[in-house]
């Protein structure tokens, strides 16, 4: 079945430094992608997204990064800020069938910055 | 403030009690969705709502009823729950299966 996942569960930066978040997925027909930060006691917070036919999409300090040869998402944060602490998921839409438009969602990666 | 609202922010109950969740979207989204979030594993998918006709029930216990009277608003009634089911209880909304916005989640508690 289609599944989504993370390489890694955990990771810690310094202020200031890059961030890079990396997602594995499965599913060849998904046809979109999003990036959401967590903030502990809060809901999912959509960062940013990119559909099947780009490779890459930049919003403000992040990029989203497609490959879609080998199945793999990642977020580029760019000079993290401590407020960029959080839980970070990637999620896939499915793009046919009876489960249209569901998302899939990964575990998520723990980003802690240290200032 | 993602526009969606969720009552109440927590709840404890026990598993003879029933309670109902609230959902509230000021988007004008067609979509609305229920999850359930628990520690250490992804986000489960448990019902979808397109104008207000039930797409999706992911397999979930009987135990979980939703009910979607309008596109706006969205309630999970609970019963005979179990300790197994706490967790933080997310809705979300969105507009043609595009990104989903989610409200802050009801923390839920059964003892």
């Known amino acids: 079945g289609e599944s989504v996942g993370l390489h890694l569960p955990t990771l810690s930066v310094q202020e200031g430094d890059n961030s890079i978040i990396n997602c594995a997925y499965s599913n060849s027909a998904s046809d979109y992608f999003i990036w959401y930060k967590q903030e502990s006691g809060k809901g999912p917070q959509f960062i940013i997204d990119i559909r099947s036919n780009m490779d890459k999409r930049q919003g403000q300090r992040v990029t989203v990064l497609l490959n879609k040869t080998v199945k793999h998402l990642s977020l580029q944060i760019a000079a993290t800020q401590p407020g960029d602490s959080a839980v970070y998921f990637c999620a896939e839409r499915n793009a046919g069938g009876t489960s249209y438009g569901k998302l899939t969602f990964g575990q998520g990666t723990i980003l802690t910055v240290h200032p | 403030e993602t526009g969606v609202t969720q009552t109440p922010r927590h709840l404890v109950m026990g598993m003879t009690n029933k309670k109902s969740l609230k959902c509230e979207q000021h988007l004008g989204h067609n979509a609305m969705y229920w999850y359930k979030q628990s520690a250490k594993k992804p986000l489960e998918l448990m019902f979808v709502y397109n104008f207000k006709e039930q797409t999706e029930n992911n397999s979930v216990p009987s135990r979980f009823s939703p009910e979607c009277p309008n596109s706006s608003h969205l309630f999970l009634h609970l019963h005979t729950l179990q300790p197994e089911d706490s967790a933080l209880y997310l809705c979300?909304?969105?507009?043609?299966?595009?990104?989903?916005?989610f409200g802050p989640g009801t923390r839920l508690t059964v003892l």
């Open positions: 979300a909304s969105s507009l043609n299966y595009n990104e989903q916005f």
